[in-house]
């Protein structure tokens, strides 16, 4: 079956490291998503794209950043990992561009940062 | 700006009560309202709303929208203690990038 995995579940890191999350879809949707979800504000797009190549600037975006060299992975980078990112962070996928089709997503990454 | 504002935050009630959850927007170009139910982690898809006054049904959930008054309300009815979730409402319209603005969720927690 097809399905969307994020790596790890669980991480715990320093401040000022750099932190990859990796997303995987085997869907072969185009339209790939990361969110980050935080009490209060529900889930804030941080990064999408709609195709390889292909990457665009969502609304919580700053300090982040995601490349996406084939269909099936869209991994979220954290260049210098500050406190305020401590989030669930969400992938999803979609073959809709504007979702009117349904959007799947991963299980979570909880990143903690000290 | 566009936002979505969910109502209430959080809400308990007994197994076999009918509940209400509500969503208001302000979302420029709007498209569809998106309805999510979010257990443990990875939200799942509920219902996607697109015009006013047509109610979509599954089971013991239902949803409207009313585009002229800019609100959608999700019912529960016969609650069941595997209903206790959190339930995103999000929209899908927007300015400067046209994706989905979800509200801050709707905590449910259903008791025996």
């Known amino acids: 079956d097809a399905e969307i995995t994020q790596s790890p579940r669980h991480k715990i890191t320093e401040t000022g490291r750099q932190v990859t999350l990796a997303c995987h879809q085997t869907?072969?949707?185009?339209?790939m998503f990361w969110y980050r979800q935080d009490l209060g504000h529900g889930l804030r797009l941080i990064h999408y794209?709609?195709?390889?190549?292909?990457?665009n600037k969502g609304e919580v975006s700053d300090g982040y950043s995601v490349s996406r060299s084939n269909t099936e992975d869209l991994p979220l980078t954290l260049e210098s990992a500050a406190s305020s990112q401590t989030s669930v962070y969400f992938c999803?996928?979609?073959?809709?561009?504007?979702?009117?089709?349904?959007?799947?997503f991963g299980q979570g990454t909880r990143l903690t940062v000290v | 700006e566009d936002k979505v504002v969910q109502s209430p935050l959080s809400l308990v009630v007994h197994e076999g009560d009918t509940v209400t959850l509500n969503c208001s927007y302000e979302?420029?170009?709007?498209?569809?309202l998106l309805w999510y139910k979010q257990e443990k982690k990875a939200p799942t898809f509920l219902f996607m709303l697109?015009?006013?006054?047509i109610e979509k049904k599954s089971g013991r959930l239902s949803s409207i929208l009313d585009k002229k008054e800019l609100f959608s309300i999700l019912n529960i009815t016969a609650t069941q203690t595997g209903d206790s979730a959190i339930y995103l409402c999000?929209?899908?319209?927007?300015?400067?990038?046209?994706?989905?603005?979800f509200g801050p969720g709707t905590s449910l927690s259903v008791i025996p």
């Open positions: 999803a996928s979609s073959e809709g561009r504007d979702m009117n089709t349904e959007a799947f």
């Open positions: 869907w072969n949707h185009n339209n």
């Open positions: 794209s709609y195709g390889v190549q292909d990457t």
């Open positions: 979302v420029t170009n709007f498209r569809s």
């Open positions: 697109t015009s006013s006054g």
């Open positions: 999000a929209v899908e319209g927007g300015t400067s990038y046209d994706k989905v603005i």
